[in-house]
Nanobody, 118 residues
Framework: QVQLVESGGGLVQAGGSLRLSCAAS????????MGWYRQAPGKQRELVAS????????NYADSVKGRFTISRDNAKNTVSLQMNSLKPEDTAVYYC???????????WGQGTQVTVSS
């Protein structure tokens, strides 16, 4: 079992920045990837950014490349998403995700709202 707690969402004007953080607890050693997804009203949940635990390889959605950066602090068991040059279309609930164990079970945080005003 892995528990994920997000923080850092809020309201920001277009062009601004926000930093999301996700604290993981539980079976930390079994996490093989962590990432951030988002879901806007009326849309499907989509991958924003992910990072493989072993080696640190990252993956980004095309819509956020060059603007968002995912990072991990192993000492604090946290994963963060630095979001710069935010756009109104980035408005969504952002969810932290962990992929765990040999069965690649997905665990989710409770979600944090990000709203970008134009």
């Amino acid at each position: 079992q892995v528990q994920l707690v997000e923080s850092g969402g809020g309201l920001v004007q277009a062009g601004g920045s926000l930093r999301l953080s996700c604290a993981a607890s539980g079976s930390i050693s079994q996490i093989n990837a962590m990432g951030w997804y988002r879901q806007a009203p009326g849309k499907q949940r989509e991958l924003v950014a992910s990072m493989i635990t072993d080696g640190g390889s990252t993956n980004y959605a095309d819509s956020v490349k060059g603007r968002f950066t995912i990072s991990r602090d192993n000492a604090k068991n946290t994963v963060s998403l630095q979001m710069n040059s935010l756009k109104p279309e980035d408005t969504a609930v952002y969810y932290c995700n962990a992929r765990v164990g040999i069965w690649r079970t997905h665990y989710w945080g409770q979600g944090t709202q990000v709203t970008v005003s134009s």
